[in-house]
């Protein structure tokens, strides 16, 4: 994508999500926008008044193309998500401001799957990089919804937790590799 077609003209009225507050806002359609980055199917894009993430589902509105996110995989023999595809799911969940997923940044502490009376549960526990990111709920929305893609899965639990506290030694190699750390 050259410099010139990062500039976009939203078509519609959509509403974003506010970096770094986590607030929700509404641009206008007319409104003037730069795409900054472009991962897990969101959008980081530059307004007048700020940084905003758009959802995939509103792509449209900047002239990208809506994709399908449904996710082809498995159930296990017992009707139980496939785990993999619920690690591949998480690593599709981005910190609008970093570009490495929550999985390779090691935000996410633990996955653990169990049966319920609707059927299977993920239960998420992850943390931030800084406790004053105004971004955690909408981060933690953002993992839900794409865990609840995957066939199998009827809940997800994605919590928040502080203990123990993040550092970037626990950044995968390959994070570290993307964030130029190594």
Same mark, same amino acid.
């Given at each position: $994508?050259? +410099?010139? +077609?990062?500039?976009?003209?939203?078509?519609?009225?959509?509403?974003?999500?506010?970096?770094?507050?986590?607030?929700?806002? =509404?641009?206008?359609? @007319?409104?003037?926008?730069?795409?900054?980055?472009?991962?897990? @199917?969101?959008?980081?894009?530059?307004?007048?008044?700020?940084?905003? *993430?758009?959802?995939?589902?509103?792509? &449209?509105?900047? @002239?990208?193309?809506?994709?399908?996110?449904?996710?082809?995989?498995?159930?296990?023999?017992?009707?139980? /998500?496939?785990?993999?595809?619920?690690?591949?799911?998480?690593?599709?969940?981005? &910190?609008?401001?970093?570009?490495?997923?929550?999985?390779?940044?090691?935000?996410?502490? +633990?996955?653990?799957?169990?049966?319920?009376? =609707?059927?299977?549960?993920?239960?998420?526990? $992850?943390?931030?990089?800084?406790?004053?990111?105004?971004?955690? /709920?909408?981060?933690?929305?953002?993992?839900?919804?794409?865990?609840?893609?995957? /066939?199998?899965?009827?809940?997800?639990?994605? *919590?928040?937790?502080?203990?123990?506290?993040?550092?970037?030694? $626990?950044?995968?190699?390959?994070?570290?590799?993307?964030?130029?750390?190594?």
């Amino acid at each position: $994508m050259s +410099s010139a +077609s990062k500039d976009r003209i939203l078509s519609r009225d959509i509403v974003v999500t506010q970096i770094p507050s986590g607030d929700k806002h =509404t641009l206008f359609a @007319g409104a003037k926008v730069f795409i900054h980055q472009v991962l897990g @199917g969101t959008y980081t894009v530059q307004g007048d008044a700020g940084l905003y *993430r758009i959802d995939g589902k509103d792509a &449209d509105a900047i @002239g990208e193309t809506v994709t399908d996110h449904a996710v082809q995989a498995a159930t296990l023999a017992d009707g139980a /998500p496939d785990p993999e595809a619920l690690w591949d799911q998480l690593r599709k969940v981005y &910190d609008p401001e970093i570009p490495v997923n929550i999985v390779d940044l090691g935000l996410v502490y +633990s996955l653990d799957v169990t049966k319920s009376d =609707t059927g299977y549960k993920a239960d998420v526990a $992850m943390t931030l990089t800084a406790p004053g990111c105004g971004m955690g /709920p909408a981060i933690a929305e953002d993992a839900k919804g794409k865990l609840l893609l995957v /066939p199998g899965l009827s809940v997800a639990d994605v *919590r928040i937790v502080w203990e123990p506290t993040w550092n970037q030694s $626990m950044i995968s190699e390959e994070g570290k590799m993307k964030l130029g750390l190594i």
